[in-house]
C-alpha cells in the first residue's frame, strides 16, 4: 500500500470533510446533509445517500477542460459506484428523512481516484451522520459497518496493491474492490487489460485486495475512533 494519510476536518462549514490521499492521489471530500430527497426514496419512506466525482482541470499532468473533468461519462460512472457503496454501509431507514450528497474531487490524480473517493467519503459521511444524530434529527444511529476500497492489478505476473498511475497504465490486469469492515463484498470491479486471466490469479488479487483494505480500516478506525452511536447533545430535539 502506498503512504495513507487524512486531514480532517478540511472546510469549515461543511457537516464533514477531510482530505484523503493515497500516496500522490489527494481527494478532496465533503458532506452535505440535504432535506431534499429524490422521487423515489420520498415514495418508499426512506433518506438517500448520493455522490458527485470529479477531477480539477489539472489533477493530472495535462489540463482537461472543466466541463470534460467534471461533468464526463467516466465522472458520472465513479459518481454512481461510489454512491451505491456508501449506500451499502448505512441503513437508509434510518436515515429518513434526509438525504446527503458525498462531493469527492481530485485534487491531485496518480491513481485510484475512486477507491480514494469511497475511502473519504465513508468518513465524512460518518462525521455528518453524527451531527444528525447528536442534534436528535434522526433518531436511529444509521452507520451498520465501515466501508473501504482499494485497487489492485497484475502486471508481468506479479500483484500491485494500490496502484500508481504508472502501475495501472501498465497493468495485465486492473480490479477494484469495494469492500465492509465485516468482509463482505459490496463490488468488484475487474477487467482483462493486457491479457485474460485464471480463477487462480483472482484469487491472488482478491487475498491481496483484502490486505490492504485491513490498513485502510485500520486508518479509519484510528480516525473516527468507532461507528458506535456518538452521545446525543444536550437540548437535541427528538421526533
Known sequence: MRPLKIVRPYLRHAEGSCLFQMGNTRVLCV???ETRLPPHAEEKGIGWLSAEYGMLPRAGDKRTPRGRAAGGGRAQEISRLIG???RA???LQALSPFSVVVDCDVLQADGGTRTASINGGFIVLVDALRKLYRDGRITTWPVKDYLAAVSVGLCKGKIEL???????HDADVDLN???????RFVEIQGSAEGRVFSRQELDRLLNAGRKGLKKVFNLQKKVLRSIAPPPRAAGGISF
Open 162 to 168: 494500490d496502484m500508481s498511475y504508472e502501475a495501472d
Open 177 to 183: 474492490m469495494v469492500m465492509t469492515g465485516s468482509g
Open 89 to 91: 454501509a448505512v441503513d
Open 84 to 86: 451505491r457503496s456508501l
Open 31 to 33: 458532506a452535505t446533509v
